[in-house]
């Protein structure tokens, strides 16, 4: 190659909130893929990199547990899903999680068929009656059979369940012989609102199964999946494997972890993520007519606002999805920029502006 | 972070040649990627790298086919496998293919049981009779029904199929009804090897599926499925989705591509492995005891020698596997250094005496 | 065996109306599984009791239609449905369909995945509207892609579409790019309800697969699917083999259906159990606090009544589900005795009286 | 019905041995189901009838064993094996066994993907060696893990194991980690040709799970499948329903299983079949150029003999298949006439003499 390549900036700008999974690679995340770039190393995780990103994970919630790595979430919970059930089982989730909403049947392709039931409640996060609801609707074998909750944590919509709550779901599970499997791709988000121990809304509090989202928080690729209880975890490499989430340079999945959680990148990225939201939150808290439809905990805020403002924000030059609800979602990231927040705060209360005075 | 992170190096060193698969990321890829990250991008594959990167393929292949990607080789054969079968039909490939030795059962947990019907050939390259037998031998519905042939181009050994050879398999699946799939691991050291154009040996040969590696050629994951005859790839986003194979930040996974592509580091990359494993061949030309197990047109050299030469061998600090036919395997990549290739040269001459001295 | 076994009586008396499944066979079915057992016959199918009970299908229909035979209702809607879906794909059902509540996840099974919808309407029966309503509400890959509708006539509480009904709804498939399968596990109750001809509310008005039910109208086992559009059925048999519904002495599966077709037993039968569920809904039309939950089209009757009256008729010996809505379920089947009907009648009575006089 | 309906005679004439699925319902069955068909029965295995077949098993057995039952043996060894399986795992069986080459895919299906690894051994029985050979010829995550091993009791070709042989593969499993499964589709004529006990070569000697054959043996449809090991059998009843495998009117699957077993009739017909292939081997053992095949241990004689001889016989008016090794496949059942099998030995001579007469 006689001269460099020419990449032409092709990315969005200005910045825009739409989702998280828009932001790219954090640089501690970068670093370490840049360090484990350097000679050869062997494959399919039998790297010093895999080991000190599984080591890593086991230090941070002080427990012995097995660390897979997965591509992305979708693979990641289903994957963990699958290893909990049988095609005959069901799993109990919410009506906005993400395994029923937007992982296109993954959960059920995976398990040859478990039937994810939804368990409605009043803001998305699961409850211990919602569970024993569902859980003792059916008892014939005409039904698959429950064996396993999810909660996702935090929700779609950004709430973060307490210790407690998670506490008293284990405790259910744990009496209607269900398994607790927890969905963190954002869950370090959680940890940051909670300000908790990783542990204490994990095996400390009974959960089972956790899967550690990195995408949405500064990574390229990339889930964890740990089993608390390492007898779930039996003969888990070959489901990875077959399932086509084996990396054979698995020093790229596992390096950008050692990056993030050696660092507490993992934490601060999220910690950032979760104050731009507030921030928003705060910007807006004073106009009519526009509110969270949801509490800020986490690294979103759903707006729920008037048709007309919304289109005005759009005209605006402003993007984001409305599939909940026909409120505004906008997520935060590691990289969002908090002088661009308030261009958007800005722009909201110019549209409420706007929209009042035609109203009037 | 108040000061940068440590990563002590832990690679190999000095570099093995047991697996490509050893090998990181080629500064090519690397750039992109770096290029891909600045700034934000829409999510699931509708940025302008996965544009670019899809718009790239269909130049070097001359024809307006539909592209995929997906993490690895296992989920892109599984898949392209998946989307021309049902569970009920069968696939004909060598008894050395990847998808029959070596990846976990993967074809039929994505078929959700589609059998893999083996032809044993003297060489492990599929041909017309070959597949004519087991096509014919059985057409009761006892038996799964034959509907896709697999070939590994190059083979797992390092032959690569002529152009006229494909174009013969090409015409016994038409007079079969069989579709044609190519696992192409290893594809572009197949272009090395030929000097072909892509499309002599794809679409133009009558090929209608090609899985396209990225991995073993520099990249740190990705490869591409690239159907020529577009009707076959109906709703196979979606596939690739529920299958979870649909990256998030897709500008990742197909920025190296652009990389590679555009730069030609694809074609150099693999002619760079090939003149290695061809080094290493002429370097050892001579020696008695010692040889080729296969024609050596790729990036590998199968080594037939006495066990007590290999055993020497690997005291001498060599890594390699011997899970084939007992020889050894040496896989170049991208970033082999020819002084190490000589190096092996040398110990392999320097065994073969000390072998051929204890033995006089 | 030097004397006969002996098998003494161990079934229900007086008999129940709690299953159409828990009647025998009758004499039409018997008869000629009788006439099938005389000497040897080919297996699997290739037998002349297939042919002809095929082309009963066919004449019945007046429809070159492919026809199958599965053992089951819950195999034949789920190989139908996994014939017309890919494992992303999706199946809009009603709430109450017995797809959806009653076999145990089996269509995500056969299908590897397929996602059942559930589009909600107030009386069961699906609308053109409910199903555009769910087959429009997304349209992205994260979720999986409507493909198939499927309407159960009658229904589950025994309500039938009309042929209009029929039409409608096939009408609005075809204008979304859907398929149409009915599942028929009482199609004939259908046919005796409207007096039509079956082709009238299956190819006519624009279904493209019948499971048309033997089990609950007087045969031991046994479905036949029927294709109308002979493409969808391309591999049909290798499907039926592969999952288990291939019986090997076929005849036995296909004769009862020649006996029950030939005779006209299939529409008699029928007449007979909807004419008990309309003497049973006649003889309690006058009593108050007592009224069928839907309309008595088929052979269901399903009893709203207060609990202390079903408890009172549970202690005079009657048993029933209350599994939808609480009511009791009356079903009624080609052997339910009207003076036994009658019994329950005046027993409904008698306990509704009792109610009332403790009430006063 | 005015007038009965006419069924005129459809089946063979003279009696055919191709296969002993031509045969059909022997009259202790027959008479069972007709007892079976007195009156109402509670659906879905909760009659009578079926805890009385299940009974008879454990009687017959000495053992506490789970029984379930399928409609055959396709499902009946495919529900088994996926029970013992999970998808990535690997099932260890003979080249020659029905799961393997008459299937259609069945047990790779069921299990969502497990592999059938195929030992060959020289007379299609498995031996300990060569079970050991193929579980451990890998043990790395890229090839299914092996889990269990299945013998067919008596093979395809009708040889028998011992008790001593099925003692040792069943410490051979033991010590390797797998299960031990029985494919009886044929099961009475093994017991039959040793004169043991049934628990002599199922639990005592190391089985894990049996499926018994009934349809090859004189019954409609149905195979009993039997865990020994309880723990096996965990929720194997929602298994059966979601693949499609309960019977609404389960009496009429298990009813003729108490006809069989109570009278004794499922060893009478072996011993009858078995007799006939014994008989037909004695009438031809003189014969040059005329041979079995295999040991006639059951009911099956493999006759090796001269290409132009059996088209002779085919011409005599004989049917049967020679898909193994191109020899004629004699199958004999319970109602296999002596006489019939007395004229196919006489009908063999003068094809032999025709045959000699030309080469001379």
Same mark, same amino acid.
């Given at each position: 190659m006689s001269q460099p390549q020419q990449f032409a900036p092709q990315q969005f700008a200005p910045q825009q909130f739409a989702s998280d999974n828009y932001a790219g690679i954090c640089p501690e995340a970068w670093a370490a893929m840049e360090a484990a770039n350097a000679g050869s190393a062997p494959a399919y995780g039998n790297d010093d990199w895999t080991q000190r990103a599984a080591d890593a994970f086991r230090a941070l919630f002080a427990s012995d547990c097995e660390v897979f790595f997965a591509?992305?979430?979708?693979?990641?919970?289903?994957?963990?899903?699958?290893?909990?059930c049988q095609s005959y089982h069901s799993v109990i989730c919410s009506s906005s999680a993400h395994v029923e909403t937007d992982e296109c049947g993954a959960p059920e392709f995976f398990s040859n068929g478990s039937k994810l039931l939804v368990a409605t409640t009043a803001d998305g996060k699961l409850t211990p009656e919602a569970i024993r609801g569902v859980a003792t609707s059916r008892s014939d074998i005409h039904f698959p059979k429950p064996r396993v909750v999810t909660i996702t944590q935090p929700t779609?919509?950004?709430?973060?369940?307490?210790?407690?709550?998670?506490?008293?779901?284990?405790?259910?599970?744990?009496?209607?012989?269900?398994?607790?499997?927890?969905?963190?791709?954002?869950?370090?988000?959680?940890?940051?609102?909670?300000?908790?121990?990783?542990?204490?809304?994990? &095996?400390?509090a009974g959960v089972d199964v956790l899967c550690f989202g990195g995408t949405k928080n500064g990574m390229a690729v990339g889930e964890a999946i740990l089993f608390f209880d390492r007898a779930l975890a039996q003969d888990f490499d070959y489901r990875c494997k077959q399932a086509g989430q084996l990396a054979s340079k698995m020093r790229f999945l596992a390096a950008p972890w050692v990056g993030m959680l050696e660092s507490g990148a993992w934490l601060r990225n999220a910690e950032h993520a979760n104050?731009?939201?507030?921030?928003?939150?705060?910007?807006?808290?004073?106009?009519?007519?526009?509110?969270?439809?949801?509490?800020?905990?986490?690294?979103?805020?759903?707006?729920?606002?008037?048709?007309?403002?919304?289109?005005?924000?759009?005209?605006?030059? &402003?993007?984001?999805?409305?599939?909940?609800?026909?409120?505004?979602?906008?997520?935060?990231?590691w990289d969002s920029d908090p002088a661009r927040v308030d261009e958007l705060a800005a722009d909201i209360r110019a549209a409420r502006e706007a929209s009042a005075a035609i109203a009037a």
């Open positions: 591509f992305n979430g979708t693979a990641a919970n289903s994957l963990a899903l699958a290893a909990l779609e919509t950004g709430q973060v369940y307490s210790i407690d709550e998670i506490r008293a779901i284990a405790a259910t599970c744990r009496a209607l012989g269900l398994k607790l499997h927890m969905d963190g791709a954002r869950f370090a988000h959680a940890c940051a609102h909670l300000g908790c121990d990783p542990a204490d809304i994990t &095996w400390r104050g731009c939201a507030s921030q928003l939150a705060a910007a807006i808290r004073d106009l009519p007519e526009v509110a969270p439809m949801f509490p800020v905990e986490a690294n979103a805020l759903f707006l729920q606002a008037p048709a007309a403002l919304l289109e005005d924000l759009r005209e605006r030059g &402003w993007s984001f999805y409305t599939f909940i609800g026909g409120g505004a979602r906008f997520m935060f990231a």
